[in-house]
């Protein structure tokens, strides 16, 4: 391993993409004729084929969650600091698999790719997939595999949401379920904030009704505002506080509409770079894919009902400053659990960094999730 | 009166306008040469002018505090609930004056209004005001009434920000303060969702860099949004579940990015009709007002040193689930006050309906802001 890199990094990984010709049929009920999905393998998959562990990912997240793609990468892959040797999803022991979600910018087949039928970018023709549809994408991209089992299913957030729908659409495939920072549905005000993001990017001149790639340009604007409203919502007030408060760029106010604000120009930075690295139709589709979510509706609105057939062990990890999905939202899920007589543990950790501090190594969090997971994997041997 | 009002309406009321000759300098540093006031009077000043009454207006607010001005109108002011004959704000025994604050839309001198040194719009050349140029100029209004001193001043959320600068500013010409719904200052989060608002608006191409009047158009999609984001922050999560839920428009979902849930439909609604009420650069301004805000900054950061010369008594009103300016925030207020030895009462309303409503005529919170106001009107005989 390159000398640069950390001993407990994965190291230079690479992505993969698998091609399906078995058309897939959606919940929109139209129907995925082929598709590809992207994907990073980090471990080794054992003789038994017992140590397979899924990770799901979040509305921005994509199949690069561990190690770097090359030496000249600045940043490693999303949750590096939860997958690598010696971490809490240990890579000596599992064999970790990363997926990028159907619908995804980063290489599955999604609004940016080309429509085989067409021959032009699927743009906003793309379907709008559900939670449910990427779970059965993934049941059979874990056939392809050979993988009759997940070891684990570990998310956070619409992850975790995954992680959810894993269990109740196959409750004999998976041995343990880990959903962090999660919820059973989204509320009214997710939903709403949802459809403000969505709004700015639909109303840029330049989304072009979604066809802004044919015609080489990219709504800029909307998906930036998207992208500095969804932070603001990830950030809890507390770590705002912490990380800005009301501290001044210039030392002073400038009576104009400039930055005044360190936490403006914050803001300001996090929505262009985005702009830089995701796709606006995908952050429309992954809205709507959130908003969608609600797997105990089709059990008369009994979460536990929904949950009854598993038989996967739980963890379920919340954060307190976490005011996306709270960690009252963590505990709907494991009422849910008790009542249908699972078997769950629910660790609520004490963390000011609101809901991005699922992405966060703190050490209660690590070692909590760690220990879990070290149990999983003595269960192995 | 008309048969169609209600008793307890101050009926048929309208908008006056008073031009102001003596030039304003601001905080900025530049200076209005000259400038007009709107606003309205209900109740009639007694003989020693010891009844009057200062409304303070928030972000979305402005002169039409109370009544209708037409037998057409469909609403009346927006804070009708709490002013009239018989109501908290009891206008048989109080005169109560409400102004639009400079750079509102409203008929008062402000972006969409015309610079009688170019004798073009305003537009985004109107000076950035802050809280301590609006209580400055609505010192000299009330000069021109010849009014004296304020019985009391009264406002929520910005308009409770004044009601502190009035305080500090003219610590002997208010006898009563009611502050409603405010915070001393901005929190980080606060500002960042101004940001987001104002980035819409300036983003928008018809914004035409706030010259969209010159131009004949308006900003509507970034105002839109604008409002979109406030009115989440203006509600509750609670509310927003008590009132949409997750409720779909056409019982079910659409898999498009037209509206599935009435969150959605009535978020869309709101903004749509406040884009043809309101006036985008008065948007931008206010919310640069609010961020601005921070009397303690020149009194080293000592709220209770801001607020020590002050003879006013204080009332602190404050709503349970607000979470735009928690009750936190108020107690913040409250706790400066005592600190600095001052006559405080507070209260916090246990309310579901987030920071809107301190313009809800919710009966706890009613009577108690109407016992305070008879004690008020008792003293003036």
Redesign the interface.
Same mark, same amino acid.
């Given at each position: 391993m390159p000398e640069t890199i950390e001993d407990d990094s994965v190291g230079i990984v690479e992505t993969q993409i698998i091609h399906f010709s078995e058309a897939l049929m959606l919940?929109?009920e139209?129907t995925l004729a082929e598709y590809d999905i992207a994907y990073e393998t980090y471990g080794e998959l054992n003789a038994d084929a017992s140590n397979a562990i899924l990770i799901c990912h979040a509305l921005s997240g994509d199949q690069h969650a561990a190690g770097y793609h090359s030496m000249d990468d600045k940043k490693p892959g999303w949750w590096d600091s939860a997958i690598g040797p010696g971490k809490a999803i240990d890579t000596n022991r599992f064999f970790v698999v990363s997926i990028n979600n159907l619908g995804g910018c980063k290489g599955s087949s999604g609004p940016n790719t080309i429509n085989p039928e067409t021959g032009a970018f699927w743009g %906003?023709d793309f %379907?709008?997939v559900t939670v449910k549809d990427w779970v059965k994408c993934q049941y059979r991209f874990m056939q392809s595999l050979n993988i009759e089992h997940w070891c684990a299913v570990i998310g956070g957030s619409l992850g975790g949401m995954q992680v959810l729908q894993w269990a109740i659409d196959y409750p004999d495939l998976i041995k343990h379920a880990v959903v962090i920072a999660a919820a059973p549905? #989204?509320?009214? /005000?997710n *939903?709403?904030?949802n459809?403000?993001a @969505? /709004?700015?990017i639909?109303? &840029? %001149?330049d989304f072009c009704d979604g066809h802004y790639l044919a015609k080489e340009t990219v709504p800029r @604007?909307g998906l +930036? $505002?998207a992208r +500095? =409203?969804g932070? *603001?919502t990830y =950030?809890s007030?507390d770590a +705002?506080?912490d990380?800005? !408060? @009301?501290e001044l760029r210039e030392g002073k $106010?400038n009576?104009?509409?400039d930055v005044?604000?360190q936490?403006?120009s914050y803001? @300001?930075y996090q !929505?262009r770079s985005f702009v830089d690295r995701f796709d606006a139709n995908t952050y #429309?589709l992954m809205t709507?894919t959130l &908003?969608?979510f &609600?797997p105990a509706s089709e059990y008369g609105d009994e979460l536990a009902q929904a949950l009854n057939k598993t038989n996967a062990q739980f963890l379920v990890i919340s954060f307190t400053s976490d005011w996306r999905f709270a960690p009252e939202r963590s505990r709907e899920i494991t009422r849910a659990l008790l009542e249908a007589e699972k078997r769950v543990s629910h660790i609520e950790i004490d963390a000011n960094q609101g809901h991005d501090a699922f992405l966060i190594p703190i050490p209660h969090y690590m070692n909590v999730f760690g220990s879990y997971m070290k149990n999983v994997a003595e269960d192995l041997s």
């Open positions: 919940e929109c139209k %906003p %379907p709008i549905k #989204l509320s009214a /005000q *939903i709403a904030f459809e403000v @969505r /709004q700015s639909m109303s &840029d %001149p @604007r +930036m $505002l +500095m =409203l932070h *603001i =950030l007030d +705002m506080r990380k800005f !408060g @009301r $106010l009576f104009g509409f005044d604000f936490v403006e803001l @300001r !929505g #429309l709507k &908003d969608y &609600d």
